[in-house]
């Protein structure tokens, strides 16, 4: 019982780090060599859990059930671990070479499947009691051995393809490569046990050495860098880039460059790509002269109707003792950055339910038109706008149709007044207007002519047609006495004046020392 728990400990565990392992390699990247060795972790992964479960069932029916579990991960492990061999040794792999790697693994696990008809895997299936635990004794078919035999020669051949890499490595190189031997190796050590019927008493001792076995590789995996991430990335980050990249020379001719697709014409454009009669392509000097001079530069031109944000970097390369060799820039394609940019822009100045200014923005440019405004001695005028009984609406249709008359409103200020005027939401039912260099008369008259429109229109929120008002106070400022601060709240003071005289009206007042 005790040698159970020990076994069932040593299995969860590796069940555990080989789950963790799968996640590691899955979130590496998707190069053929790390899909071969997640595939391999995986299916490593299905057998010791299966074997797990198969220990600590408690009759034949559950243990032949766990056993065929073991049987999703047990004929694949050794031809993902010689295909990631193959692709680790840069081999490369045909569909047709797939084929006659996976062929042996797709039959154990079809004639495993259907061995109660046939016993061409498994001649017998039964259970034997050791140290007080009963386990699952097989007595083995003919296929058994096939699969054997392909688990020693892909094993074998995976052995060889390292060997290969191993010779043609530099002394640093051979440290990792060392450990991946001492991990191929102890599979033949589990396989050898099982085949001679070690104790004879239905214990896998392949599943208990291949933990072990892949611990190992992934110690050089992780450490050494097995699988040689930085060496893969170095030989094909120029090609996959995400960045645009040119490589120029001293003479800032182009040497190479991996733009390629639909980013061709947009660079192009970008670059002011030009050649000589010599076919040789040179970047616009003024262009080149900018990014000589601050490293990294943004630009944005129209490329088929479409206006396009590009990001250039530059870096001088150099080799030893600091020479020249040639330069480099890097293009990164910002466009989204700038969308997303403008929007946040958008959404920090503009009202959401009026669609107008909101107020810190209807306030920075309505000051920004003040200084304008004192510098060249023009008028200014702040009006303030009050929805009559808004909270009627609210309680007589409902919130939304709240929102509806907000919405609406924001729509019909924005179709009256031309552009020429400030004009904003800053609050609930308040909205404010700036206008600047025109006499009291004409904003009076603009500004009650908005009310009238809004007194005559029809609103319609589903079944409900009905029409407000609106109140208005005017602070004209004429000399320049008054700040703008105190221009709006004068005009607010003057909007509550209209309100106290019954609604409905629009009053000014021309602020004078």
Not at 176 to 193: A, D, H, K, M, Q
Not at 254 to 269: A, F, L
Not at 454 to 479: L, V
């Amino acid at each position: 019982m005790v040698f159970l728990r020990i076994i069932s400990f040593y299995l969860f565990v590796a069940v555990l780090i080989t789950s963790f392992l799968l996640s590691i390699t899955y979130s590496k990247g998707k190069r053929g060599d790390l899909k071969s060795f997640f595939m391999l972790s995986l299916s490593l992964d299905i057998y010791m859990l299966g074997y797990l479960m198969e220990l600590n069932s408690k009759n034949i029916s559950d243990m032949i059930f766990w056993n065929q579990i073991q049987y999703i991960g047990i004929p694949f492990f050794p031809a993902f671990w010689l295909l990631a061999c193959l692709t680790y040794a840069k081999y490369r792999i045909s569909f047709k070479n797939i084929f006659f790697i996976m062929i042996i693994p797709f039959m154990t696990f079809f004639i495993r499947l259907t061995n109660q008809f046939h016993n061409f895997y498994y001649k017998e299936l039964s259970v034997r009691a050791f140290d007080g635990i009963d386990l699952l004794y097989i007595e083995k078919g003919p296929w058994y051995y096939v699969q054997s035999a392909y688990i020693i020669f892909a094993i074998f051949l995976s052995s060889l393809l390292i060997w290969r890499v191993y010779i043609k490595r530099t002394f640093e190189d051979k440290k990792r490569l060392e450990i991946v031997f001492v991990g191929t190796s102890i599979p033949y050590l589990g396989l050898l046990l099982l085949m001679q019927k070690f104790w004879n008493t239905g214990i896998d001792w392949m599943a208990l050495f291949l933990p072990v076995s892949l611990f190992i590789i992934s110690y050089a995996f992780l450490k050494y860098d097995f699988l040689e991430i930085k060496t893969f990335a170095r030989e094909n980050i120029f090609e996959n880039s995400s960045y645009g990249i040119i490589l120029l020379s001293n003479d800032d001719k182009i040497v190479d460059y991996n733009i390629k697709g639909k980013d061709y014409g947009r660079i192009i454009e970008i670059i002011k790509l030009t050649s000589d009669k010599k076919k040789n392509f040179k970047i616009d000097k003024i262009i080149l002269k900018s990014l000589s001079e601050n490293k990294k530069i943004k630009l944005d031109v129209l490329h088929n109707g479409e206006k396009i944000f590009f990001e250039l970097e530059f870096r001088n390369l150099t080799g030893d003792n600091d020479i020249l060799m040639g330069k480099v820039i890097y293009i990164k394609d910002i466009i989204q950055f700038e969308l997303l940019n403008l929007k946040l822009q958008i959404l920090a100045n503009i009202d959401e339910l009026s669609d107008l200014k909101n107020r810190r923005a209807y306030i920075k440019e309505s000051l920004d038109l003040y200084k304008f405004a004192f510098e060249n001695n023009m008028n200014y005028s702040v009006t303030m706008i009050d929805i009559d009984f808004f909270k009627k609406v609210n309680d007589s249709f409902g919130h939304a149709c709240g929102d509806y008359v907000i919405k609406e409103f924001g729509h019909l200020m924005k179709k009256y007044f031309d552009g020429n005027e400030i004009y904003g939401r800053l609050g609930g039912e308040e909205f404010a207007i700036t206008i600047c260099n025109e006499d009291s008369n004409y904003i009076y008259k603009r500004v009650d002519d908005f009310r009238k429109i809004i007194e005559n229109y029809n609103f319609n929120f589903k079944n409900n047609s009905f029409k407000i008002s609106i109140s208005i106070g005017i602070a004209f400022n004429e000399d320049f006495v008054y700040s703008f601060e105190e221009l709006l709240n004068y005009s607010d003071k003057l909007l509550y004046e209209v309100k106290n005289s019954g609604r409905n009206k629009t009053y000014i007042k021309e602020m004078k020392f």
